[in-house]
């Protein structure tokens, strides 16, 4: 049985930094895609980073300001985000998928809070 797990969601004010973790278990954790997207009230589900094999994909909104990383002994996914502005506000959700599984496919978590305030 597949899980998601993700956590490191709260409340920052603007400018701060907060780092989000995901850990997936039941998968062959360094073959998979896993992603960060987020969702805001009224929007899309957009992608925030993904990682694969060194490579790593940024939504625009967010590049130069957040980095994603992984630790494939610990089957986690980390996302780092700086200079959060209060349009990150969102619920992050962490998607792990198998190589050619189309994008929003896959396995997701319960998603995580985040809310960026003064």
């Known amino acids: 049985q597949v899980q998601v797990v993700e956590s490191g969601g709260g409340l920052v004010q603007p400018g701060g930094s907060l780092r989000l973790s995901c850990t997936a278990s039941?998968?062959?954790?360094?073959?998979?895609?896993m992603g960060w997207y987020r969702q805001a009230p009224g929007k899309q589900r957009e992608l925030v980073a993904s990682?694969?094999?060194?490579?790593?994909v940024y939504g625009d909104s967010v590049k130069g300001r957040f980095a994603i990383s992984r630790d494939n002994d610990k089957s986690t996914v980390y996302l780092h985000m700086n200079s959060l502005r209060p349009e990150d506000t969102a619920v992050y959700y962490c998607?792990?998928?198998?190589?050619?599984?189309?994008?929003?496919?896959?396995?997701w978590g319960q998603g995580t809070q985040v809310t960026v305030s003064s």
């Open positions: 998607n792990a998928r198998a190589l050619g599984t189309p994008q929003l496919g896959g396995y």
């Open positions: 039941g998968i062959i954790f360094s073959t998979y895609v």
């Open positions: 990682s694969i094999r060194g490579n790593k």
